[in-house]
């Protein structure tokens, strides 16, 4: 093999570099001779000098397993097609927030000339080829070289039983345990990152004591145990693992649907949550190898979320090299598990010794009952403006904060600034009667300030008695909720319009490719990609397109009988118009996701479509809404998971098998999980539920049911809130502005990005806040900009590997917190776990001004109906 290797600074060694096989094989550390035959000593020197520059990864690359594939390339690259591939890769990523800035300046500025560049001739030369086989042979982004190679093994197994077997285990109690601690505030949920550490010694273990027996089938063998545990079946399993443990979108509904608190239906059952949670899920996942021409084959589809998995399976299962990296030489393996180990016992602290630690709403401790100072500074009921708000991983990491890029991290924490501004400016205007209510609530209030009582504007069936409604009370939201309500409406066309504008050609292109594929099933989908991993993935079958289209039609069946068998009240032509809207704006929700790692979720679109088509049925606007956020959101799931196994170079035809078994493990799994739930946990949903299982979805589900399902969207836009629709057309109107500043002053506008801004002011209306964000936004800058840009080498190292062994550690925790203390009722009462919530913010229910003295506000009896 090829290699160099050495001190960035000083030494070059060309005849042995250190491989670490103990962390993977249990093999000792052995000196591998290697030669460097296809450069010279002074463009060794030179080359040397290149990747000692701050912030350049290109030694990782030069050393790894793909050392002599790089050199290899390198020597065959000339100086011409250097150019013209530099040239194609500047126009392509000039507008790309994840392109690293300091390498595109580098481009530019060396293809301005030799004369330009500041370096000697041979240095110019062998730059733009370093640069050229990055873009040509690899990837050109540090991260995505950080967690693959540009070499593939097509001989290695990957969809064996041992792989299935262990695959579907952890589906079952993955799916179960994250539906589980799904309705929890912050939620707990054994990861993908998570679930790969329990795949590994399984998957070892397997692979001695299994027995080499088989049988054969079409002329390929498939053994009990064909060989060590690879890294290809460990990602096999994963992907299976993550599409199917990660819970299902349908059960927060369920809850909402059967609670007595919300809206007590008893017809409910197995068969019905069967046919639903089956239909829901199957439509993102038959939808999702659609968008594969949008959302996975172009590589400025980077889809920062799924790296942290990458990297955690390579630590676990590639090779490692040993050299100093800034000083460290721990291997990934060994540094897993000791942050896993220190943030397992740590979590201990924050969640049962201490939990105040965890809820660090120190600033109303100094006046406990004083409203406002709880209101602007509060964690319960506030802003959460506070600059250190916890001390608890599991809080901190509600915005993926070593994962998300930084310019997502801060425009998305920018527009929470805006719309806490907005909050305080209205709400102490006491704007539509905000002011005699929590600020910032999911809940639904009547106009006496108590929780709206649903069971008093509904008649037998369920559907709106407009006699009850007059007598009773119109619903009333939060300041926070209204804010939530209205930026939504501005992110769906905002959304739609902005990635119109800017990623037109690439729509275009895909648009063409698929009728091209419809006309002719022999034409690849690759063809149209010339990127390293599409010509390496064109080694595998395809998937064809129809077998994906019998998917969403067997999903629509199933969904058709859940709706007219049962007393649903939901018809079908309804179904039929929301797959349409959520279909139109499934390409932006996932073209943005696959960049900023934000997901859109638009869902509140089709309740309010729902709310006009199905007028006063809370049921339909619910069950609707449903298929409407699943056509999203597990359409990004869906397609997230193929992009880890483009880049893991799994083949397509097995990652289908996998994800479409799993999935319908999960679909039984999660039902049992939603039924244990409501049986077992007592106060489920409430403000005050000791466990903190309180339901921050299904409680603004049935709020926005309440409000354009049961109320509908006539009356809350004509009489309660007109303001609302025009989020609508101002999404729109703002897109374009944007839009033209970003094209013409690209130098200030190039990290700004008008949807993730916009979808901060989202995050109100609930429980979350300031406080689940700030602590986010400081690790953001030190991990994904000062240190990656300052250390990069030990950044594209070891940073995802602490964000996974950080979330591996609290969840374990979590889970033996929940079954040996909370399970029994086991208190530890003193100041430190008490203060948090002993003032005004702990109650959550403080409103900045009292009720009239009439005993009621807004509008008066006569003016709604």
């Known amino acids: 093999m090829s290699a160099i290797y050495g001190d960035k600074a000083a030494t070059f060694q060309n005849n042995a570099y250190s491989i670490d096989n103990s962390s993977s094989e249990g093999y000792e550390k052995k000196e591998v001779e290697v030669t460097t035959v296809f450069v010279n000593e002074s463009d060794r020197r030179r080359i040397i000098d290149l990747i000692a520059e701050p912030g350049n990864d290109l030694e990782d690359v030069l050393t790894g397993p793909s050392a002599e594939f790089m050199f290899e390339k390198l020597s065959e690259m000339t100086v011409e097609e250097s150019i013209e591939i530099l040239t194609e890769a500047a126009e392509y990523h000039k507008d790309d927030f994840n392109f690293p800035r300091e390498t595109f300046d580098k481009i530019v500025l060396m293809l301005k000339g030799e004369q330009n560049s500041g370096m000697d001739h041979e240095t110019y030369d062998l730059a733009l080829k370093l640069e050229a086989i990055m873009m040509k042979y690899h990837s050109p982004y540090p991260e995505v070289r950080a967690v693959c190679e540009p070499i593939d093994d097509i001989t290695l197994p990957v969809e064996t039983i041992r792989a299935y077997f262990l695959g579907l285990i952890w589906v079952a109690i993955g799916s179960f345990i994250n539906e589980f601690f799904s309705v929890r505030q912050p939620r707990l949920s054994l990861r993908s990152s998570v679930l790969q550490i329990l795949l590994y010694p399984c998957g070892k273990f397997l692979q001695y004591i299994l027995p080499d027996w088989g049988f054969t089938v079409r002329g390929v063998r498939h053994s009990l145990n064909p060989g060590p545990w690879n890294y290809k079946e460990q990602m096999f399993a994963t992907v299976m693992v993550n599409v199917g443990g990660s819970g299902s979108n349908f059960a927060g509904y369920v809850i909402t649907l059967k609670l007595a608190r919300f809206f007590d239906q008893k017809w409910v059952g197995f068969g019905f949550m069967f046919l639903m949670n089956f239909s829901t899920q199957y439509f993102g996942f038959g939808m999702a190898g659609i968008l594969r021409r949008w959302c996975v084959y172009p590589v400025k589809t980077m889809w920062p979320t799924v790296l942290p998995t990458l990297a955690l399976n390579r630590a676990l299962l590639m090779r490692e090299s040993v050299r100093p990296v800034h000083g460290w030489v721990i291997t990934k393996y060994k540094f897993f598990f000791i942050v896993f180990v220190c943030s397992f016992v740590y979590f201990f602290v924050p969640s049962f010794l201490f939990q105040a630690l965890s809820t660090f709403n120190w600033i109303t401790w100094i006046a406990p009952q004083n409203v406002t100072l709880a209101i602007v500074t509060g964690s319960y009921l506030g802003l959460g403006f506070n600059p250190v708000t916890t001390f608890d991983w599991a809080v901190i990491n509600n915005s993926s904060p070593l994962v998300v890029p930084f310019f997502s991290t801060m425009n998305q924490y920018i527009g929470l600034i805006i719309g806490a501004l907005m909050l305080i400016g209205m709400y102490w205007q006491n704007y539509k009667w905000t002011g005699y209510l929590p600020i910032n609530t999911n809940q639904v209030y009547d106009n006496t300030g108590k929780r709206y009582n649903l069971s008093r504007i509904i008649d037998g069936a369920s559907t709106f008695d407009q006699q009850k409604y007059e007598s009773y009370s119109p619903p009333y939201i939060s300041m926070g909720n209204l804010i939530t309500t209205g930026s939504n409406y501005a992110l769906y066309t905002m959304s739609l319009s902005y990635i119109l504008l800017t990623e037109w050609r690439v729509i275009k292109e895909a648009f063409v490719s698929a009728y091209a594929s419809l006309k002719d099933r022999k034409i690849s989908n690759y063809d149209a990609f010339k990127d390293p991993m599409s010509r390496m993935m064109m080694n595998y079958p395809e998937v064809p397109d129809w077998w994906f289209y019998i998917v969403f039609l067997l999903s629509l069946v199933f969904g058709i009988i859940a709706f007219t068998v049962w007393p649903s009240t939901t018809p079908v032509w309804g179904l039929i118009v929301i797959l349409f809207v959520s279909l139109v704006m499934m390409i932006p929700s996932a073209l943005i996701y696959s960049v900023t790692g934000f997901q859109l979720v638009m869902s509140n679109l089709a309740t309010i479509l729902t709310g006009y088509m199905v007028p006063n049925n809370g049921i339909a606007n619910m069950l609707l809404r449903v298929y409407g956020y699943n056509m999203d959101s597990q359409s990004d799931m869906f397609i997230s998971d193929q992009k880890m196994a483009h880049y893991a170079k799994l083949p397509p035809r097995a990652l289908f098998r996998g994800q479409m078994v799993a999935t319908f493990v999960q679909t039984f799994t999660t039902i049992g999980a939603v039924q244990f739930l409501i049986n077992s946990v007592s106060d489920l949903c409430t403000p005050a539920q000791p466990n903190k299982f309180t339901?921050?979805?299904?409680?603004?589900?049935?709020?926005?049911?309440?409000?354009?399902?049961?109320?509908?969207?006539?009356?809350?836009?004509?009489?309660?809130?007109?303001?609302?629709?025009?989020?609508?057309?101002?999404?729109?109107?703002?897109?374009?502005?944007?839009?033209?500043?970003?094209?013409?002053?690209?130098?200030?506008?190039?990290?700004?990005?008008?949807?993730?801004?916009?979808?901060?002011?989202?995050?109100?209306?609930?429980?979350?806040?300031?406080?689940?964000?700030?602590?986010?936004?400081?690790?953001?800058?030190?991990?994904?900009?000062?240190?990656r840009k300052r250390y990069l080498a030990w950044w594209t190292k070891y940073n995802y590997i602490l964000t996974s062994a950080l979330s591996a550690g609290i969840a374990f925790c979590g889970i033996l917190i929940f079954v040996s203390i909370n399970l029994t009722n086991t208190k530890l009462a003193w100041w430190g776990n008490q203060v948090s919530g002993a003032g005004v913010d702990g109650a959550r229910a403080a409103a900045l001004y009292p009720i009239p003295e009439n005993g009621r506000f807004g509008l008066e009896p006569g003016q709604f109906h």
């Open 695 to 787: 339901c921050t979805f299904p409680n603004s589900l049935y709020a926005d049911s309440l409000m354009f399902g049961v109320v509908g969207p006539v009356r809350t836009f004509n009489q309660l809130y007109p303001f609302l629709k025009y989020g609508f057309l101002l999404g729109a109107v703002l897109s374009i502005p944007v839009y033209l500043l970003r094209r013409y002053v690209p130098g200030p506008m190039k990290y700004v990005h008008p949807v993730v801004i916009l979808s901060g002011i989202t995050q109100w209306g609930s429980t979350y806040n300031l406080a689940y964000f700030t602590p986010g936004l400081y690790c953001a800058y030190v991990f994904m900009y000062h240190i």
